[in-house]
């Protein structure tokens, strides 16, 4: 399905973060003829608190820096076990394993076409 070129701009942004520090398994959903007033879901996870803090702030550094913008909101990183960074078009949920595992987000949302989560054109000339 495709989306507007700042959607596409930010996923990219968002999957770049992602693979720089690590993420776990990151997963994209096509939510448009689901909720209709959120494009994509972004899932991924860290092993610790702090990797979930860490994923959570590079996505919104790489956001900011290639796409001019940020989060509408962000909720629940005061104890980091499931971020949720709100970006209107798209929304990231960042996880521990464990709180990932348990909400299983991906099965939930089942019905919903999955896209390949790979980082595009990455080469080590985009690395900052």
């Not at 499931?82 to 019905?111: C, I, K, N, P, Q």
Request: charged share 35%; proline share 3%.
């Amino acid at each position: 399905m495709g989306h507007d070129e700042e959607t596409e701009q930010l996923l990219a942004a968002t999957l770049e973060a992602i693979d720089d520090k690590l993420g776990n398994a990151p997963v994209v959903l096509e939510m448009t003829a689901l909720l209709g007033v959120v494009d994509l879901f972004v899932i991924t996870a860290g092993r610790s608190d702090r990797q979930v803090r860490t994923i959570t702030e590079e996505v919104e550094r790489i956001a900011k820096l290639r796409c001019g913008r940020g989060p509408i909101r962000i909720e629940g990183l005061s104890d980091a076990r499931w971020v949720l960074m709100d970006f209107g078009d798209v929304v990231v949920h960042v996880f521990d394993e464990e709180t990932r595992a348990y909400y299983d987000l991906e099965h939930l949302w089942s019905a919903a076409p999955r896209r390949r989560a790979e980082r595009p054109h990455a080469d080590a000339s985009d690395r900052r």
